[in-house]
Nanobody, 116 residues
Framework: EVQLVESGGGMVQPGGSLTLSCVVSGSPISSFDMSWVRQAPGKGPVEWVSGSIPGGGTPYYSDSVKGRFTISRDAAKNTLYLQMNSLKPEDTAVYYC????????WGQGTQVTVSS
């Protein structure tokens, strides 16, 4: 059974940094297209923040995070990361890890709050 477990969320001041981690169990991370998705409080649509495909290639970033966030994988740790710099209050959201092979898999989410 594939499971995704996020960690690394928390509260940070504007301009600060956080790194989110998503540990994948049940299958090698190289099996999946993987993304970070966020949902702001009280707002319906989710935002696809960043995506990564196996074997490299240009990652995807939404315009709202381009130049500030970096997605990466560590195959040895079977872990997906999201390095978030220059955080803004509008980055406040629950961040979810998403994986896809022929099925969809979601983590439980981790809260990121950017506030002074």
């Amino acid at each position: 059974e594939v499971q995704l477990v996020e960690s690394g969320g928390g509260m940070v001041q504007p301009g600060g940094s956080l790194t989110l981690s998503c540990v994948v169990s049940g299958s090698p991370i190289s099996s999946f297209d993987m993304s970070w998705v966020r949902q702001a409080p009280g707002k319906g649509p989710v935002e696809w923040v960043s995506g990564s495909i196996p074997g490299g290639g240009t990652p995807y970033y939404s315009d709202s995070v381009k130049g500030r966030f970096t997605i990466s994988r560590d195959a040895a740790k079977n872990t997906l990361y999201l390095q978030m710099n220059s955080l803004k209050p509008e980055d406040t959201a629950v961040y979810y890890c998403y994986a896809r092979d022929f099925r969809d898999y979601w983590g439980q989410g981790t809260q990121v709050t950017v506030s002074s």
